[in-house]
């Protein structure tokens, strides 16, 4: 023993002698610690699924066993390779006093609960992020913004926007998953049926007047103003918006952005400088007040206006436009049209289901009797005479989103009831020069195959609401 034991110190004597002092073999108890501490990062590495990202794109280490953040990533890896998994575009973690949390997955517009976390590990998950993503985490009230990347093993890299916000007893955190993924869509990709895309494509040629977009929130109404703005070549015409936040640059456009906290006088009073450049098409993000619908009174027969408002369809977005101008005369006469829409999902075509309507249900929805198949969800496929999740949707039945659209577009005889204030005499005008509305526009999407009745239903139950 005593023969093997010098064995070892001279070989460890000739060792040091020829390596990095990093790389010397110590009796000191700091050096084994660090030697464990190496291992367990390189185990945590090796088992890890998810990376947070640098700015250059390169990986940042996963924390080891014994870091204070393990947890939070372990937890994190498990909700992104689920919403990856089934192309989420959105996860919300909130925190309400000690122990109330909820963890929620935005899947194509449908929350799916997630196993919720205690509140340590619910906090612990939210300042993680909140690092990362170069935000203050002693602040726990108020509202930051912030960006950020990951990268997921076989589900690709992502571009992360990162919202938190609290009270004294609340803190939430909201992470978008590629937000700006569906902004720069064409305006014959959005989902208008073809009368419509010709409708507007009319409309956008004249160029004059106002086009609202009228939506809920997250109901596409962005992808939209950006899709009728970029029918307008920057290079023969002066093209300029003003937006709470630009989310899609545009090349050749002049693009501004409200300053964060602006109140009302302060917006359009930048607006009205703004017109004051004579722009031949001006893109405003969402209208909040009637200060905003004043200066555009005035200016809507020189140029086009789209402009957003959080309406739920066609007709309330008319009577609150009408309302904000404070003259019915003066809103119908810079008024052209009004887009209002809703998302709906589109069935899963690896598992979606064909089958015969029954003849009094198509009734009920105004088709015609004897129509050709519709489909229905279903989430499973047959393998083998069994029932197996569909590898696609993973079971939800659906994957992805199409906008379903109600395009009112007005005539001078449509603008003179506006001014006499007759809004039932103008919904029978309209409807006589065959304008959509949206459940028909719906119906559309089931019959070509894409949605389903299920899936309308609960759309236009939720506009109802």
């Given at each position: 023993m005593a023969?093997?034991?010098a064995e070892f110190v001279g070989y460890g004597l000739f060792r040091n002698s020829r390596v990095s002092p990093e790389n010397r073999w110590s009796l000191r108890l700091d050096s084994f610690r660090r030697k464990v501490v190496e291992a367990q990062a390189a185990r945590a590495q090796a088992a890890a699924a998810l990376w947070l990202c640098q700015p250059d794109g390169s990986r940042m280490e996963v924390p080891a066993s014994d870091s204070p953040?393990?947890?939070?990533?372990?937890?994190?890896?498990e909700v992104f390779e689920y919403a990856l998994a089934r192309h989420g575009d959105r996860i919300d973690l909130a925190v309400a006093g000690a122990e109330q949390t909820a963890l929620v997955v935005h899947v194509d517009g449908v929350k799916y609960a997630q196993p919720k976390p205690d509140g340590r590990l619910a906090v612990s998950m939210i300042d993680y992020f909140k690092g990362h993503a170069g935000l203050d985490v002693a602040d726990r009230r108020r509202r930051q913004i912030g960006q950020?990347?990951?990268?997921?093993?076989?589900?690709?890299?992502?571009?992360?926007?990162?919202?938190?916000?609290?009270?004294?007893?609340?803190?939430s955190l909201s992470v978008r998953i590629d937000p700006n993924k569906h902004l720069g869509m064409a305006l014959d990709k959005i989902g208008?049926?073809?009368?419509q895309l010709e409708q507007m494509q009319a409309l956008i040629a004249a160029c004059k007047g106002v086009v609202l977009v009228a939506c809920p929130a997250d109901e596409g109404m962005t992808t939209t103003l950006y899709a009728l703005l970029q029918q307008h070549d920057p290079y023969t015409q002066s093209v300029a918006t003003l937006e709470d936040e630009i989310e899609l640059e545009i090349e050749g456009m002049n693009q501004y952005a409200q300053e964060p906290g602006a109140d009302a006088a302060a917006i359009a009073n930048r607006l009205t400088v703004l017109l004051r450049s004579d722009p031949n098409v001006l893109?405003?993000?969402r209208i909040?007040?009637?200060?905003?619908?004043?200066?555009?009174?005035?200016?809507?027969?020189?140029?086009?206006?789209?402009?957003?408002?959080?309406?739920?369809?066609?007709?309330?977005?008319?009577?609150?436009?009408?309302?904000?101008?404070g003259d019915p005369q003066q809103a119908g006469g810079a008024l052209t049209a009004i887009v209002s829409q809703r998302l709906v999902r589109r069935l899963c075509p690896t598992c979606r289901i064909g089958f015969k309507p029954d003849p009094a249900a198509l009734k009920k929805l105004n088709l015609p009797a004897g129509g050709g198949t519709l489909f229905k969800p279903s989430g499973r496929i047959e393998v083998k005479g069994k029932a197996v999740l569909c590898p696609t949707c993973l079971g939800l039945a659906y994957q992805g989103r199409v906008g379903v659209f109600e395009l009112m577009v007005l005539d001078d005889a449509a603008r003179a009831l506006i001014a006499d204030?007759?809004?039932?005499?103008?919904?029978t005008h309209l409807r006589k020069n065959k304008m959509k509305l949206m459940?028909?526009?719906a119906l559309d999407k089931v019959v070509a195959g894409v949605t389903s009745i299920a899936e309308i239903t609960r759309v236009m139950a939720e506009k109802k609401a």
């Amino acid at each position: 023993m005593a023969l093997l034991g010098a064995e070892f110190v001279g070989y460890g004597l000739f060792r040091n002698s020829r390596v990095s002092p990093e790389n010397r073999w110590s009796l000191r108890l700091d050096s084994f610690r660090r030697k464990v501490v190496e291992a367990q990062a390189a185990r945590a590495q090796a088992a890890a699924a998810l990376w947070l990202c640098q700015p250059d794109g390169s990986r940042m280490e996963v924390p080891a066993s014994d870091s204070p953040q393990r947890a939070a990533h372990a937890r994190w890896q498990e909700v992104f390779e689920y919403a990856l998994a089934r192309h989420g575009d959105r996860i919300d973690l909130a925190v309400a006093g000690a122990e109330q949390t909820a963890l929620v997955v935005h899947v194509d517009g449908v929350k799916y609960a997630q196993p919720k976390p205690d509140g340590r590990l619910a906090v612990s998950m939210i300042d993680y992020f909140k690092g990362h993503a170069g935000l203050d985490v002693a602040d726990r009230r108020r509202r930051q913004i912030g960006q950020a990347r990951i990268e997921a093993e076989g589900l690709g890299t992502h571009r992360l926007k990162i919202v938190t916000s609290g009270s004294t007893r609340d803190l939430s955190l909201s992470v978008r998953i590629d937000p700006n993924k569906h902004l720069g869509m064409a305006l014959d990709k959005i989902g208008l049926v073809p009368a419509q895309l010709e409708q507007m494509q009319a409309l956008i040629a004249a160029c004059k007047g106002v086009v609202l977009v009228a939506c809920p929130a997250d109901e596409g109404m962005t992808t939209t103003l950006y899709a009728l703005l970029q029918q307008h070549d920057p290079y023969t015409q002066s093209v300029a918006t003003l937006e709470d936040e630009i989310e899609l640059e545009i090349e050749g456009m002049n693009q501004y952005a409200q300053e964060p906290g602006a109140d009302a006088a302060a917006i359009a009073n930048r607006l009205t400088v703004l017109l004051r450049s004579d722009p031949n098409v001006l893109m405003l993000s969402r209208i909040t007040d009637a200060q905003m619908v004043k200066p555009l009174l005035g200016s809507a027969a020189e140029m086009r206006c789209y402009a957003g408002l959080r309406m739920g369809d066609s007709f309330q977005a008319l009577k609150a436009w009408i309302k904000l101008a404070g003259d019915p005369q003066q809103a119908g006469g810079a008024l052209t049209a009004i887009v209002s829409q809703r998302l709906v999902r589109r069935l899963c075509p690896t598992c979606r289901i064909g089958f015969k309507p029954d003849p009094a249900a198509l009734k009920k929805l105004n088709l015609p009797a004897g129509g050709g198949t519709l489909f229905k969800p279903s989430g499973r496929i047959e393998v083998k005479g069994k029932a197996v999740l569909c590898p696609t949707c993973l079971g939800l039945a659906y994957q992805g989103r199409v906008g379903v659209f109600e395009l009112m577009v007005l005539d001078d005889a449509a603008r003179a009831l506006i001014a006499d204030a007759k809004l039932d005499q103008l919904r029978t005008h309209l409807r006589k020069n065959k304008m959509k509305l949206m459940p028909e526009a719906a119906l559309d999407k089931v019959v070509a195959g894409v949605t389903s009745i299920a899936e309308i239903t609960r759309v236009m139950a939720e506009k109802k609401a």
